[in-house]
């Protein structure tokens, strides 16, 4: 199946929504989704960009995505954030989600990050193993931590 990765544009972020959607169902978490179409637009092509973002599309529908932004590790300096690469089901197996990844390692050399980061869950066994293939440590003695809003405000009552 033919596909071509690049650049999204604003109006690429309906897609990638629904992109995100399917994932958030993939993970469980079909309600975790708060980010919005407008979020995304806002966010991605305001005045200082939160994130880039590759998407890969055939000749009707963008059927990928990698979202991507830059950090900065007090042990690394400048690194590479993935967000999410997300796959649409069917499209999964046709090489495509290596595509993306070659595109997100490529421009994080391109930039001189020193470590591109991302996380997976510890159920999808398919992701871990693609991952590990590609050469990734999947690093299983750190635990992720969040805060979230609801969180964020319970804490600043207890200060």
């Known amino acids: 199946m033919k596909y071509n990765i690049r650049l999204s544009t604003i109006n690429d972020m309906k897609s990638v929504h629904d992109l995100i959607i399917e994932l958030a169902i993939f993970e469980k978490e079909p309600d975790a989704v708060e980010v919005t179409v407008k979020d995304l637009e806002q966010d991605g092509f305001g ?3 939160k994130f880039i973002c590759f998407v890969a ?4 529908e963008i059927v990928g995505a990698a979202l991507i932004y ?3 590790s007090t042990w690394k300096g400048k ?9 649409k089901e069917r499209m ?10 070659d595109e997100v390692v490529k421009y994080g050399n391109n930039i001189g990050v020193k470590r591109i980061c991302w ?13 590990e293939k590609k050469g990734a440590d ?22």
Do not use: C, M, Q
């Open 79 to 87: 690194v590479l954030h993935l967000e999410d690469l997300i796959v």
């Open 92 to 101: 999964r197996g046709s090489g495509l989600g290596t595509a993306l990844l």
């Open 57 to 60: 599309e055939n000749e009707t």
């Open 119 to 131: 996380e997976v869950l510890d159920w999808n066994a398919s992701a871990i193993a693609f991952y």
């Open 47 to 49: 005045k200082a960009p």
């Open 138 to 159: 999947v690093k299983r003695d750190w635990d992720v931590v969040h805060l979230n809003e609801i969180g964020i405000k319970n804490y600043l009552k207890n200060i």
């Open 70 to 72: 830059t950090r900065y």
